[in-house]
């Protein structure tokens, strides 16, 4: 059985929030695109590991988030950027058709994605709104985001629906790109926790397996786990201890998959 790696005390990258040993957020450069990307993550959002708006905004140049909070809410003036049509995504917003994605300018539009649960995200968008243009785009498909339950057919992650506007916007190179970027963190992520069995079919299906085998050879290559040595001392000396009369606990942590 699997193990995972994500221990208590276990160093992770600020940006990604996945343990160093898994970090892959300088592995593929940053996308470049005239769609100007915003994303306005619930604050409970910005702490979660699982959070894809956060990638957004490593992966592609020029993107932002912002934190909407009750408390402290974010101001029109902000975030909208002048002389563009800003389009706010969300399932509710009016569905914009095929034929009109594929003529609009990248240019003259600025994208809203709102990130956080499907409950969080709604209450987000009601604040928000009428900022500009309500939007849905027609997609369809199962959700590659492993890391989260998607509910239901065309329920994507945040960061699969800009990928989607890329590419109904003829950016394909651009869509493919940030698709690596996804991908890769979510098989990272999936490893990090010890989910090999699951990762590995992940993989199967995933661009990165063509795109990425010299990133991928090396992110598999085993390494020393210092800290799983460091806890094996440490249980090593408390049981010595104990024999030797010292304390009687035991450590108990177990040791990852390298």
Same mark, same amino acid.
């Given at each position: 059985?699997?193990?995972?790696?994500?221990?208590?005390?276990?160093?992770?990258?600020?940006?990604?929030?996945?343990?160093?040993?898994?970090?892959?957020?300088?592995?593929?450069?940053?996308?470049?695109?005239?769609?100007? @990307?915003?994303?306005?993550?619930?604050?409970?959002?910005?702490?979660?590991?699982?959070?894809?708006?956060?990638? *957004?905004?490593? @992966?592609?140049?020029?993107?932002?988030?912002?934190?909407?909070?009750?408390?402290?809410?974010?101001?029109?003036?902000?975030?909208?950027?002048?002389?563009?049509?800003?389009?706010?995504?969300?399932?509710?917003?009016?569905? /914009?058709?095929?034929?009109?994605?594929?003529?609009?300018?990248?240019?003259?539009?600025?994208?809203?994605? *709102?990130?956080?649960s499907w409950g969080e995200a709604s209450r987000v968008v009601t604040a928000v709104e009428h900022w500009g243009r309500l939007?849905?785009?027609?997609?369809?498909?199962?959700?590659?985001?492993?890391?989260?339950?998607?509910?239901?057919?065309?329920?994507?992650?945040?960061?699969?629906?800009?990928?989607g506007l890329l590419e109904l916007m003829g950016r394909r190179e651009e869509a493919g790109k940030l698709r690596l970027h996804?991908?890769?963190?979510?098989?990272?992520?999936?490893?990090?926790?010890?989910?090999?069995?699951?990762?590995?079919?992940?993989?199967?299906?995933? &661009? /990165?397996?063509?795109?990425? &085998?010299?990133?991928?050879?090396?992110?598999?290559?085993?390494?020393?786990?210092?800290?799983?040595?460091?806890?094996?001392?440490?249980?090593?000396?408390?049981?010595?201890?104990? *024999?030797?009369?010292?304390?009687?606990?035991?450590?108990?942590?177990?040791?990852?998959?390298?």
């Amino acid at each position: 059985m699997s193990r995972s790696v994500v221990l208590s005390g276990t160093e992770r990258c600020e940006r990604c929030m996945l343990p160093l040993r898994w970090c892959v957020c300088d592995a593929v450069e940053p996308v470049r695109s005239d769609l100007r @990307a915003d994303i306005l993550l619930h604050t409970r959002e910005q702490w979660r590991p699982t959070s894809t708006g956060k990638l *957004i905004e490593r @992966a592609l140049a020029g993107a932002r988030t912002h934190i909407h909070s009750r408390t402290v809410p974010i101001g029109r003036e902000t975030l909208v950027e002048p002389g563009r049509a800003l389009w706010i995504l969300h399932p509710r917003g009016a569905m /914009i058709p095929t034929e009109q994605l594929a003529v609009t300018d990248p240019a003259g539009v600025q994208v809203l994605l *709102i990130d956080g649960s499907w409950g969080e995200a709604s209450r987000v968008v009601t604040a928000v709104e009428h900022w500009g243009r309500l939007v849905r785009l027609p997609l369809s498909g199962e959700s590659r985001y492993w890391l989260r339950e998607q509910q239901g057919e065309g329920n994507l992650s945040t960061v699969e629906t800009l990928i989607g506007l890329l590419e109904l916007m003829g950016r394909r190179e651009e869509a493919g790109k940030l698709r690596l970027h996804f991908e890769l963190h979510v098989y990272a992520a999936l490893r990090s926790r010890g989910r090999k069995a699951l990762a590995a079919e992940y993989l199967s299906g995933s &661009p /990165i397996r063509n795109a990425l &085998p010299t990133l991928l050879e090396r992110l598999h290559e085993r390494r020393p786990n210092t800290e799983s040595e460091a806890r094996r001392g440490m249980a090593r000396g408390e049981r010595w201890g104990r *024999i030797a009369g010292g304390p009687a606990r035991e450590a108990t942590e177990e040791e990852g998959p390298r």
